[in-house]
């Protein structure tokens, strides 16, 4: 079984197991939690790194990391890509790895990203009413299923809808000319905005937030994972109703300790006797 059929099943297998139809996908990142149970962070990172997955095989967990980006078609992808690594089981050893190459391993992932956001299926009943086939056609895929125009382009020929030189050319158009010529310029401001932010998992978000309502996480803890100011947290959580349990320790209670009677007159005696001089220790003589 080649990459393609191989990426293309699993994707299909996905969407069937978590009954997400053939619909566009939404927040990813919330889908690939709650459906997935996989933790997700939008990180900050460097301008050519987009995703890694990581398994703890110890404690059999895993983590998905993407990048902020102003790329939201990009992100998207990247996160797709990931969850096929997982899905696949695709664990490597990153000492001897060499993530550039261009491997079967990550065209399967490719296309699974791809079958995952853009399923042909649900691209044919998107186009079932549109008689013709033209850039306004690629930027309505693209707008609705929230992928670059490649994987639209290439969705687009596989179903049939336009040949390879068309296919082709429309490899090099960018989402956001798309955007601003067709109208939807805003939205994708806002897509834009969205993919920008960090996010924290929101398992260990959650985790963590409950922990601070018992009194026993500090809110930098909070601020941290979320990426802003302690006093922002505050804000936010009392805005929820949430504050932290307060203890009170009874026998802390200075009332409530008990008397205790010293006895001085042993150090009485001391401080008023006659001081002897110092002594001090040798050692003996080794010779």
């Not at 490719?110 to 853009?118: D, Q, V």
């Not at 985790?207 to 500090?218: K, L």
């Amino acid at each position: 079984m080649n990459a393609e059929v191989e990426g293309r099943a699993a994707a299909e297998r996905f969407r069937d197991e978590h009954r997400l139809g053939l619909q566009p996908l939404g927040d990813l990142v919330a889908l690939i939690e709650q459906s997935a149970g996989i933790d997700v962070a939008v990180l900050d990172a460097g301008p050519d790194e987009h995703g890694l997955t990581m398994r703890d095989p110890h404690r059999d967990t895993v983590f998905i990391g993407v990048a902020r980006t102003r790329h939201p078609m990009r992100q998207r992808s990247t996160l797709a890509h990931e969850l096929a690594h997982v899905i696949f089981g695709d664990w490597a050893d990153n000492t001897t790895c060499d993530w550039s190459a261009s491997t079967p391993v990550e065209s399967r992932a490719n296309t699974f990203a791809r079958h995952l956001l853009l399923p042909l299926e649900g691209l044919k009943a998107f186009l079932a009413d549109i008689p013709e086939v033209n850039l306004a056609t690629l930027s309505a895929v693209v707008q609705r299923f929230l992928v670059s125009p490649q994987i639209a382009a290439i969705a687009l020929e596989q179903a049939g809808c336009i040949d390879t030189d068309t296919k082709r050319d429309w490899m090099s158009v960018m989402a956001p000319q798309l955007a601003v010529r067709f109208g939807w310029s805003d939205q994708y401001e806002a897509l834009q905005t969205d993919s920008a932010q960090r996010r924290a998992p929101q398992r260990l978000l959650a985790r963590a937030i409950q922990g601070y309502a018992e009194g026993v996480v500090s809110v930098q803890t909070i601020a941290t994972l979320r990426g802003i100011p302690p006093d922002n947290a505050v804000e936010e959580l009392g805005k929820a109703g949430i504050f932290p349990a307060q203890h009170p320790v009874s026998w802390t209670d200075p009332g409530e300790l008990p008397d205790v009677q010293l006895d001085l007159t042993a150090l009485d005696d001391a401080l008023n006797g006659t001081d002897d001089p110092l002594e001090t220790a040798t050692e003996p003589n080794a010779g």
